[in-house]
């Protein structure tokens, strides 16, 4: 599920007349709750609606969409910001930022498998 819908948020975030920095601001805003609604779905077993399997399903879709529009927006928005000669710089900074970012989602992830 969430390959699918992080392939359909790439395809988003190549729209480039579509969204602007503010935007990017948001949907990460955005994430934020969504990381909180897994949690939430892990510790808290009561509540009608987040306990179902359809809405994990929609959390990790749209968990999915906006990671692969933040990673293609983000791409594009960075190296924007810069002059001519430093846009490849700011391309490979925003690759590396990628990388070692989730290289550290990945292990501060591991604490929460107990949950």
């Given at each position: 599920t969430?390959?699918?819908?992080?392939?359909?948020?790439?395809?988003?975030?190549?729209?480039?007349?579509i969204?602007?920095?503010?935007?990017?601001i948001?949907?990460?805003l955005f994430?934020?709750i969504?990381?909180?609604?897994?949690i939430?779905?892990?510790?808290?077993?009561?509540l009608p609606?987040?306990?179902t399997?359809w809405?994990?399903?929609?959390?990790?879709?749209?968990?999915?969409i906006?990671?692969?529009?933040?990673?293609?927006?983000?791409?594009?928005l960075?190296p924007?910001?810069v002059?001519?000669n430093?846009?490849?710089?700011?391309g490979?900074?925003?690759?590396?930022?990628?990388?070692?970012?989730?290289?550290?989602?990945?292990?501060?992830?591991l604490?929460?498998?107990?949950?």
């Amino acid at each position: 599920t969430f390959s699918l819908f992080y392939i359909f948020g790439k395809k988003i975030g190549q729209f480039r007349k579509i969204y602007t920095a503010n935007t990017t601001i948001v949907v990460v805003l955005f994430r934020f709750i969504l990381a909180g609604l897994f949690i939430l779905q892990a510790v808290n077993h009561t509540l009608p609606v987040i306990k179902t399997p359809w809405f994990a399903y929609l959390n990790i879709a749209l968990y999915g969409i906006t990671q692969g529009f933040l990673n293609v927006s983000l791409f594009i928005l960075g190296p924007e910001q810069v002059e001519g000669n430093k846009k490849e710089v700011a391309g490979f900074l925003s690759v590396f930022a990628i990388n070692f970012g989730s290289m550290i989602g990945g292990f501060l992830a591991l604490p929460l498998k107990n949950i």
